[in-house]
């Protein structure tokens, strides 16, 4: 056996190890969200070789899509945890609509196949050398088509009451399918620890209670005006003007993506707050003291 054969055997030991052990710190117990979870199978990713591992526009953008499926302040509990390469995925109350089997189509088909018949009409038409028999077979193949599209033409009828059903039932599922954060550009994903990776999700996940495997309970304890935090990313801007008060908007602008920006500046006793929101989520601000 050569020593790259052995050196593959170790690492993928030491892996599979490394797996098992944060699987028996996580999977199971139950933590607190600091964000709200975008409804979907690609949850949130977090890039950990960036300095701002969070990308707070396409996190936007998911829940504007796919609307949250489990709120800030809910406790939510780990259902399952993967270690690939340099990813490791956290999964939440089932890991989020839209994995395998699960049926993310939301409309009902309203096409109709040609007929066995049309389609030899139209053989018959390109073959067809005598003028009076290729007019006759043009006036047949025009009667077969009319007769489809007036088929097409009432299943569209059917088909819109039955669309804003699936597409109902499709975002329930959604907001009922959990959630997961995917921890991506890890380095000798082997090697993480329990207490690195908790260091990594703090700013999103609450694991108060996670010590010696104690769950969460499933409503997080109150907070009082005093406790809260005055300002971190993420925050909502009713959270935000609830703080420091309505502020002044600066600017504002909407993306080719159709996401809003805006600039806001907000003066305390204390300080000059320059704050950038993304569709109404704090993701980067400035403080000066006065």
Known sequence: MTVRLLLGLFAGILAQANEVELRRAFVGKQVILRIDMPGTHNGVDLHLDRDEPMDWK???????????SIPKGRASMVT???VKKDLIEIQLDGG???TFGDDTNTSVSRYVSKSRH???????????????????LESALSSERSRRYREESRLRAVAEPANAIKRQAVMEK???GGSRFNLRRVVGTVEVLP??????LREY???SGQAGGRPLVDIPRPVSRNDRPMLRRGMTMEDVQSNLGRGKLLSESVGTDGILT???QFVTSEHLINLTAVEGLAVKYSMNAR
């Open 58 to 68: 396409q996190y936007s953008q998911r829940l504007k899509n796919f609307g949250v």
């Open 80 to 82: 399952s945890l993967v």
């Open 96 to 98: 989020g609509f839209g």
């Open 118 to 136: 049309e389609t030899d009409l139209e053989r018959d038409i390109r073959r067809e050398t005598d003028p009076g028999r290729k007019r006759r």
């Open 174 to 176: 959604r907001l009922r």
């Open 195 to 200: 207490n690195q990776m908790m260091d990594w």
């Open 205 to 207: 996940v609450d694991f």
């Open 262 to 264: 805006q600039q806001w």
